[in-house]
T-cell receptor
């Protein structure tokens, strides 16, 4: 149990375009979803936390107008990278948690390459 | 206060040996300490986790040791195998907050 999927697994886009990444909890209801970014050989950095039906809370230094997060249902959250630039190229990983949100279950990640 | 410090950065262990990775934290509000295993190009997978009311938890070949007074916890991998070669992350969180990750340890188990 506790499976999280992400789609797409890999995406290449041109600079200036927008990309949407979907995160789904397949067998549980994720009251909270988290989005992380990971650069090569580095740790996971939390970008934002979202609760179903509420606006996301962004970490310091993360541009909320650039990284749009929507958590419309208990099983789906989306991250849209708007006007992507090469420096946004990274591995984006989502995770879902259940109240009281101790265990976090991670998706397989999405590799974004901006050319 | 929000940091989780992990060491070593990399570790080479012979097959059958014991791998030990250490983490330290400052925030006494943290009350959940998981370890994750990550293979290249994949998301992290929960290995084992502990709450501060116990000093040790064992699941198969994986053991977490927890020292609340020292604010330290460690992962022991017994009988390490080549298939254990991966990056390991410790993490910590308080109630209602997101996980804070250590910088990771790259483990290589030589056959």
């Amino acid at each position: 149990g506790a499976v999280v999927s992400q789609h797409p697994s890999r995406v290449i886009c041109k600079s200036g375009t927008s990309v949407k990444i979907e995160c789904r909890s397949l067998d549980f209801q994720a009251t909270t979803m988290f989005w992380y970014r990971q650069f090569p050989k580095q740790s996971l950095m939390l970008m934002a936390t979202s609760n179903e039906g509420s606006k996301a809370t962004y970490e310091q230094g993360v541009e909320k107008d650039k990284f749009l997060i929507n958590h419309a249902s208990l099983t789906l959250s989306t991250l849209t990278v708007t006007s992507a630039h090469p420096e946004d190229s990274s591995f984006y990983i989502c995770s879902g948690g259940r109240l009281p949100v101790y265990e976090q279950y991670f998706g397989p990640g999405t590799r974004l390459t901006v050319t | 206060q929000q940091q989780v410090k992990q060491s070593p950065q990399s570790l080479i262990v012979q097959k059958g040996g014991i791998s030990i990775i250490n983490c330290a934290y400052e925030n006494t509000a943290f009350d959940y300490f998981p370890w994750y295993q990550q293979f290249p190009g994949k998301g992290p997978a929960l290995l084992i986790a502990i709450r501060p009311d116990v000093s040790e938890k064992k699941e198969g070949r994986f053991t977490i040791s927890f020292n609340k007074s020292a604010k330290q916890f460690s992962l022991h991998i017994m009988d390490s195998q080549p298939g254990d070669s991966a990056t390991y992350f410790c993490a910590a969180r308080g109630a209602g907050t997101a996980l804070i990750f250590g910088k990771g340890t790259t483990l290589s188990v030589s056959s």
